[in-house]
């Protein structure tokens, strides 16, 4: 019997079909979620915690879920500055703060701009697929209150170098195929059917 071989040579092609076949055993958890309650995941339970956060109420109460989140937003923050250094685009008076990710998550409701999908705070896995993100409109630029907006991991990386523009165009448009024949049967329709009618 002839045995068939395929051979996969690349560094993309590898990484492609990596993605392609994923073993679930490699799916890693984040350690500091750990000890976090099974409800802090749900989606309403964070966007009520993130209201709450940006109402200020909890200046008389310390919340310890409200510090998680601020901790988690500050942690991703910096790792945001890490990557601005290494491009070498950091600009310490530009780059955006706590306050102002805190009010752009606000504003977008904990959805991305992309898809419209439900985005989360807190979650267990480390590439968990709509975590929030900062995705930079101008990616030449660092992460500047200007230059980012709110999206899911998974938006983020696929958008890549693409237009901020095109890729939200691409992402909301939707696609209605229209039966053709109906719409000409209906516009065709005989005149001297139309004369018969009382």
Do not use: D, K, R, S
């Given at each position: 019997m002839n045995e068939k071989k395929v051979i996969i040579t690349g560094t993309v092609t590898k990484y492609q079909m990596k993605k392609v076949i994923k073993n679930p055993e490699n799916v890693k958890e984040r350690k500091?979620?750990?000890q976090v309650s099974l409800e802090m995941f749900s989606w309403e339970s964070q966007l009520s915690l993130l209201n709450m956060l940006t109402q200020k109420k909890n200046n008389d109460i310390e919340?310890?879920?409200?510090?998680l989140i601020k901790k988690q937003i500050s942690s991703k923050l910096n790792n945001y500055k890490q990557q601005d250094v290494i491009k070498k685009v950091y600009d310490e008076r530009k780059l955006i703060n706590l306050e102002q990710v805190i009010c752009k998550?606000?504003?977008s409701g904990l959805k991305c701009l992309y898809c419209k999908e439900e985005i989360y705070l807190l979650y267990k896995l480390v590439r968990e697929m709509k975590q929030w993100t900062l995705d930079r409109i101008d990616n030449d630029i660092g992460h500047f209150h200007n230059n980012v907006v709110i999206s899911c991991l998974d938006c983020n990386l696929k958008r890549r170098k693409k237009s901020s523009n095109a890729f939200l165009f691409t992402k909301q448009m939707n696609i209605v195929r229209v039966d053709h024949q109906n719409n000409f049967d209906?516009?065709?329709?005989d005149p001297e059917e139309n004369q018969n009618d009382p």
């Open positions: 500091t979620m750990n919340n310890t879920n409200i510090t998550l606000q504003e209906q516009q065709h329709v």
